[in-house]
């Protein structure tokens, strides 16, 4: 059974590619259009990935405590 997304989801990527843009792009790495560019479409995938990883992992640990 899939589980779904809650409905504030989707506004954590954006989110996350202006804050990883700021912080690493400019802050750290101090890099000019396309390293910018990169972390943040690097960062906008962060959030996806950490829901695919949550939801295998609930439903890894979910399945062993049905089968004991």
Request: aromatic share 12%; proline share 7%.
């Amino acid at each position: 059974m899939p589980v779904k997304a809650p409905h504030w989801f989707p506004w954590l990527s954006p989110l996350c590619a202006a804050l990883g843009a700021w912080l690493l792009g400019v802050q750290v790495l101090q890099g000019r259009f396309w390293v910018i560019m990169a972390v943040a479409l690097g960062c906008a995938l962060v959030p996806f990935a950490m829901f695919h990883l949550a939801c295998r992992l609930r439903h890894k640990s979910g399945s062993e405590a049905h089968n004991g």
